[in-house]
């Protein structure tokens, strides 16, 4: 394959890994806010839960498709860990950053559209930033790249869900 091909399934690769990750963060980002602040609990207390609950279905979610693989659950983890930690972890910091940093959004309520934009914006951002992030680890064998091995049988470029 010639050195832009591989460049472009590099990206590909990245973002369906972003993908993925923003898909189990925004499920435990929104849980975590919804939950936070229906029982009207300090941002600190919100975001932590949000936080955690974004870790939880981001791990869940990378972990599920490589035990069926057939490895057994504790090296499952393992790979989760290795592949989605520095993800998250850039997802949530950018995403509760600018939730913070939108007046009014923590403060908005589950009934307000301010939250919700907010929170949509929030994770695009947070999409757009980790995407080269994925990139770099998975050009350097690292983040992704460890549970594509995983995948049926390793093909280039495919990504089972």
């Not at 690769?13 to 936070?36: D, P, R």
């Not at 981001?58 to 499952?76: E, N, Q």
């Not at 080269?132 to 460890?146: E, T």
């Amino acid at each position: 394959m010639n050195h832009a091909g591989a460049q472009s399934n590099l990206t590909k690769l990245a973002i369906s890994a972003t993908l993925h990750c923003l898909t189990g963060c925004a499920i435990g980002e929104v849980l975590g806010m919804v939950i936070g602040t229906a029982l009207g609990w300090s941002n600190l207390s919100t975001i932590a839960l949000a936080v955690a609950l974004a870790f939880v279905f981001g791990y869940a979610l990378t972990i599920r498709p490589v035990l069926k693989s057939g490895l057994p659950l504790r090296a499952a983890i393992g790979v989760a860990l290795a592949a989605d930690t520095v993800s998250i972890a850039v997802m949530e910091i950018v995403d509760n950053g600018v939730m913070l940093a939108v007046p009014g959004a923590m403060e908005a309520g589950l009934g307000s559209w301010l939250f919700w934009v907010s929170l949509a914006f929030a994770l695009a951002v947070a999409f757009v930033i980790t995407v080269p992030v994925n990139r770099w680890l998975i050009s350097r064998g690292k983040g992704h790249a460890v549970v594509h091995q995983y995948h049926g049988g390793g093909h280039e470029g495919h990504h089972h869900h």
